[in-house]
């Protein structure tokens, strides 16, 4: 089992930056596939970030990929992103998934096999 707990989350105004935090438990994080999703308030859980084991393969959603950068500590068993030029309609709970075969891209909920809590991001206009 593979616990995952996010952080970082907060109030922003737009045009701000958030850098968010995700921390996964297992001796083995370093084969993990990692991902980052949102959901708004009415919406569906919707991709945001990928990264892959060795952090060298990243992936983003065309609607954030100019504004986000998913990275990856190993030798802290957390996976970062780094957000900027926040909008309002960036207000979202986002979530870290976990996928522990090393050779999956979390791009799909489906690819993910553990997902944290989420962490509560607001953007103020």
């Known amino acids: 089992q593979v616990q995952v707990v996010e952080s970082g989350g907060g109030l922003v105004q737009a045009g701000g930056s958030l850098r968010l935090s995700c921390a996964a438990s297992g001796r083995t994080f370093s084969r993990y596939a990692m991902g980052w999703f949102r959901q708004a308030p009415g919406k569906e859980r919707e991709f945001v970030a990928a990264?892959?084991?060795?952090?060298?393969?990243?992936y983003y959603s065309d609607y954030m990929k100019a504004r986000v950068i998913i990275s990856r500590d190993n030798a802290k068993n957390t996976v970062y992103l780094q957000m900027n030029s926040l909008k309002p309609e960036d207000t979202a709970v986002y979530y870290c998934?976990?996928?522990?075969?090393?050779?999956?891209?979390?791009?799909?909920?489906?690819?993910?096999?553990?997902w944290g809590q989420g962490t509560q991001v607001t953007v103020s206009a």
């Open positions: 998934a976990a996928n522990t075969n090393p050779e999956e891209i979390i791009t799909t909920e489906g690819k993910a096999d553990y």
């Open positions: 990264i892959s084991r060795g952090g060298k393969r990243r």
